[in-house]
């Protein structure tokens, strides 16, 4: 986490309510949004709330130059294990409400289960082409687990991204073939078609996957 955040995270708690002042109220708006950007970063970790007020000591110490009462530089190299062993936990967590979650989906109307085990549902038909597997594309998407919990998003980073098909996990390599450019459609990828064992970044380990994609273009 970079000191940058630490501090702009520190500025939010010393700012006032908004007030009238429309800028003043952009600038807090502006740290509030830095705020939720690092809460992303630390959802990992998955803390209670006695975590989070330990985290929050920590950087309000930190950026005001407060010696810890222990030795802090031992803990640095224990952060990434931490962060490791909580997405697993949350990975088993996950596991008992997968099965219920995908039987449930499986059963809505126009609901399509392929061979390769992917979950298939158009949320909206598109008129356009639709793309092949080497070609670039445009899309807007939300990304959860099945709990709802969301990982990744292009409507929160306020920008649609762009990509090969053939350089994304397989299950959007198949589902985005099935759409044609304007639609919208829901992707729910098995473990085996998304990160498998390994997991990445906020996704645990063998987790299902809910993806909502809007197909915006081909890009040429």
């Given amino acids: 986490m970079s000191r940058l955040l630490i501090v702009a995270l520190v500025a939010l708690f010393a ?18 949004a830095i705020g939720q950007v690092m809460a992303r970063q630390l959802a990992v970790f998955d803390m209670s709330k006695d975590e ?33 062993s909580r997405r697993n936990a949350q990975g ?20 399509v289960k392929t061979p390769s085990g992917l979950l298939y549902k158009s ?26 919990k969301e990982f990744d998003s292009s409507y929160t980073s306020g920008r649609p991204v762009e990509f090969g098909l053939n350089q994304v996990i397989k299950c959007w390599t198949e589902g985005l073939q099935k759409m044609k450019v304007g639609g919208k459609a829901q992707l729910i990828c098995p473990p085996d078609l998304a990160y498998g064992e390994r997991g990445s970044g906020l996704i645990p380990a063998n987790a299902t996957l809910v993806f909502e994609v809007e197909l915006l273009d081909i890009v040429k």
């Fill in 15 to 32: 700012l006032p309510a908004y007030g009238a002042d429309e800028k003043k109220a952009d600038e807090q708006k502006t740290f509030y």
């Fill in 52 to 84: 989070i007020d330990q985290v929050l000591k920590g950087v309000k110490d930190g950026v005001e130059s407060k010696t810890p009462n222990f030795d802090v530089e031992p803990y640095k190299a224990k952060i990434q294990n931490l962060a490791l």
């Fill in 92 to 111: 088993e967590k996950l596991a008992a409400k997968t099965k219920e979650f995908v039987e449930k989906a499986a059963k809505e109307k126009d609901a």
């Fill in 123 to 148: 949320l909206k038909e598109g008129t356009g082409a639709s793309p092949t597997a080497t070609d670039k594309v445009k899309v807007n998407y939300r990304g959860t687990l099945v709990d709802g």
